[in-house]
């Protein structure tokens, strides 16, 4: 079980960084004549040979739909021109690995984890090369969504590391069900986070890797257990409480009054749930 999970991680974790590069070179991706591009709504996807543009066309209409189902789960009102026209984000599609690392200068892995660097995501730019397995269904959603999460809450301090990322995770394939039969397994061996130090705990600086799988898997079962549980207005107001600046304990009770009134609330019906028959 731990194996499938980890390849899940390791296909997220080697976008990250590159993403600095297309910062530092926005202003001549445009003007290189050797990238052709085509336009959506709110996406531009930018790739480097003809034989690459049904992948594009895919991608793009595949980040458009991801957009709205985003969007619509957290609640956020899509005002006037939001990622429209000069605003819309990035997707750059390099030819192949070997391109994409000479390029970029990065490694295929990333060390580290950028998706809560302002400067980062201030560009608005997602890269990635055709031969990135799972990236469709897995890392192009994830870095919607933390782009989207960053426009609607600005003030990362409201927003704890693993909430993001579990509503980051909702729209991968398959990875809802298998994230809940990692935690059952451990909720089974008393071995779970405990939800207080899981608010404390900025996965960025672990480099255990079965800790980091643990992180990931429980806060995506978490957000899916609220979403389950309570359904999506409720959800939708936890976000906005957040959005409009209230610490998360707080937003907490106002989103869900008389049901979630803390952490500890929140662990023992995530937990009990499992108990009774579990939210797969």
């Known amino acids: 079980m731990i194996g499938p999970w980890r390849k899940g991680l390791r296909m997220h974790q080697c976008l990250a960084l590159i993403m600095a590069w297309v910062f530092l070179s926005q202003g001549t ?16 996807v930018f790739y480097q040979s003809a034989k690459e543009k049904d992948l594009a066309q895919k991608v793009l209409r595949e980040a458009e739909r991801y957009y709205d189902r985003i969007g619509e789960r957290i609640g956020y009102q899509r005002v ?22 000479a390029e970029t ?34 890392l192009l959603p994830h870095e919607i969504s933390h782009l989207i999460l960053y426009d609607f ?27 809940d039969e990692f935690m059952r397994h451990l909720i089974d061996q008393d071995q779970y986070i405990r939800l207080d130090f899981l608010m404390r705990w900025d996965i960025r600086t672990e480099h255990d890797p079965l800790k980091v799988e643990v992180f ?60 009774g028959g579990g939210i797969i």
């Open 29 to 44: 991706l445009c003007a290189d004549e050797s990238w052709q591009q085509i336009k959506g709504k709110h996406f531009v």
């Open 80 to 101: 006037s021109k939001f990622w429209t026209w000069d605003e819309r984000v990035r997707i750059v599609l390099f030819r192949d690995s070997q391109t994409f690392a």
């Open 105 to 138: 200068g990065q490694p295929l892995w990333s060390l580290g984890y950028a998706a809560r660097d302002s400067q980062v995501f201030h560009s608005h730019m997602i890269a990635t090369y055709p031969q990135e397995q799972g990236f469709l269904d897995g």
């Open 153 to 179: 809450i600005p003030d990362r301090r409201q927003l704890p590391v693993w909430f993001e990322e579990g509503i980051a995770q909702l729209e991968e394939a398959d990875k809802g069900r298998r994230a």
């Open 216 to 275: 990931y898997a429980q806060s995506l079962s978490l957000v899916r257990f609220m979403l389950k549980q309570y359904g999506q207005r409720s959800f939708q107001r936890l976000c906005r409480e957040l959005r409009d600046g209230h610490d998360f304990i707080s937003a907490l009770r106002k989103a869900y009054p008389g049901r979630i009134g803390n952490l500890s609330d929140l662990e023992k019906q995530w937990v009990r749930s499992f108990k």
